[in-house]
């Protein structure tokens, strides 16, 4: 059975929908790429109709710089280029375009791989030329594919202000990239303040991994990949006995430390260790040692 395009996405977000890294170590973010200017209207009557509805070549590109002002929110500055179609007074005749844009944008989820956002911003648009600000806002998402690299997509509207504004939609594609001080395991940890720079790990353990999260980092945890106590040194310890199941050769039985984990033995099954038996094959008593009890017979009063 083939997956659709929608269904590949879903499978990678559920497959890698780990949280990645706060943008904090990462706030700058820069992009490349291209857009497209859809349905651009004149605000003088004459001009309805007057361009082609969809303006795409391979001219057009679009860079962008923002910055992280909080954990939600980016200001971002974009410059792009393209040419619309012109069909009046020569059909076809192409005029170039270009904008240079200011936009607030408000992330909704900010530390996983889609990292959708609404924006809200201004700017000014030459066609031809002739140039005029404009009111924008528009929606999109990055998808990250490492803690700093991902795609964006995103769609705009640009409302002309002035006489001879032109009203349009521009919709962008782009690979974008986080930038910021050097965390060589993208763990979120700037490699300065991470003491395990080059495995990634977890905040709240100052950036080394903890595999089976059992609250104690890797390198102080004598099984990885077995959650266990402290006092095992993360070991799991089955019987309780203070023994780890690793090292523990009756590891459902709780036993001694100093016998591999495993109770004493008593051959003779009388309660009586053997190591304090003084006849550890036959079944005996204590106040005799471990040995049998022995039955005396009364001397009689007579001397008989």
């Excluded at 030459?126 to 995103?154: A, E, P, R, Y």
Aim: net charge negative.
């Amino acid at each position: 059975m083939k997956l659709s395009g929608y269904q590949l996405v879903f499978v990678f977000y559920i497959i890698t929908s780990t949280l990645f890294a706060q943008d904090v170590t990462k706030p700058w973010f820069i992009s490349f790429g291209t857009n497209a200017v859809n349905n651009p209207v004149g605000n003088q009557p004459s001009n309805f109709g007057r361009f082609q509805t969809w303006n795409l070549d391979g001219s057009s590109l679009r860079f962008s710089a923002g910055r992280l002002l909080t954990p939600d929110i980016i200001f971002e500055s974009t410059f792009s280029l393209n040419s619309v179609v012109d069909m009046y007074p020569v059909p076809n005749e192409k005029v170039s375009y270009a904008a240079l844009d200011g936009a607030f944008k408000y992330r909704f989820i900010n530390e996983t791989i889609l990292d959708p956002f609404l924006q809200v911003g201004g700017g000014y648009t030459w066609v031809d030329q002739i140039g005029s600000g404009t009111i924008n806002s528009g929606f999109g998402t990055n998808l990250w594919l490492t803690n700093s690299f991902g795609l964006q997509i995103q769609t705009s509207y640009k409302y002309g202000v002035m006489k001879y504004g032109i009203s349009h939609w521009q919709h962008s594609a782009s690979i974008i990239f986080k930038l910021g001080k050097k965390d060589s395991d993208n763990d979120g940890i700037i490699d300065e303040n991470d003491n395990c720079p080059t495995d990634f790990g977890l905040i709240e353990f100052n950036g080394c991994p903890d595999t089976d999260g059992d609250g104690i980092i890797d390198s102080k945890d004598l099984c990885t990949k077995e959650a266990g106590p402290l006092e095992t040194n993360g070991c799991p310890d089955t019987d309780g006995d203070g023994t780890p199941d690793k090292y523990d050769a009756c590891p459902k039985i709780k036993g001694l430390l100093n016998n591999k984990g495993c109770p004493p033995k008593d051959t003779d099954n009388d309660g009586i260790i053997d190591k304090q038996d003084k006849c550890p094959k036959t079944p005996g008593v204590k106040e005799n040692n471990g040995c049998p009890k022995m039955v005396l017979k009364k001397e009689k009063k007579d001397g008989n």
